[in-house]
């Protein structure tokens, strides 16, 4: 059916028949249906298989705001290799990132290293200081990228139909 709507270019009968097949996909297995770390599940609760816009919007805004916390709890202290960038923000007077002590233009250096994370920048000032902080900043490169792409997907999807 869904290739027979495919052809027929009806892309809102597309859509219902993708999320109507995944979630069937999702159901007939116990495991899928009620283990919430399965892809299925993820898959479901990131996005809505691709289809809910809102959904993956809600979720990228919630993962940007949960890896600014958690990096500003993780302190993160200047990179001393030469990079141009640390001399402007030692002109500032900012030294360490912590989140107990944060004031606007530390935020705005942590929302800028951030970015510089998740798009695989290297020149940014700010490294983690313990492997915690490392592990948060590994999970920040991986997740928020991967759900830019779900939200990317769901947006195409909407405006396809």
């Known amino acids: 059916m869904k290739q027979k709507y495919k052809e027929l270019h009806n892309e809102q009968e597309v859509s219902n028949w993708h999320y109507g097949e995944k979630e069937m996909f999702r159901k007939e297995n116990p495991i899928r249906r009620y283990l919430p770390l399965s892809f299925s599940f993820l898959y479901w609760l990131s996005s809505g298989y691709g289809e809910d816009y809102k959904r993956a919007g809600g979720i990228l805004v919630a993962l940007l705001f949960i890896f600014l916390v958690l990096l500003g709890y993780a302190e993160l202290v200047p990179r001393s290799e ?6 402007s923000y030692a002109f500032m007077g900012l030294r360490n990132i912590t ?3 944060l004031n606007f233009d530390q935020f705005l250096a942590l929302c800028s290293t951030l970015w510089k994370y998740v798009t695989y920048q290297k020149d940014f000032a700010f490294v983690p200081m313990t492997k915690l902080g490392e592990f948060i900043k590994m999970l920040s490169q991986i997740l928020i990228p991967l759900q830019t792409a779900l939200f990317a997907f769901a947006i195409r999807n909407r405006f396809r139909r």
């Open 82 to 87: 030469g990079n141009p960038e640390h001399f």
């Open 99 to 101: 989140l107990h002590e």
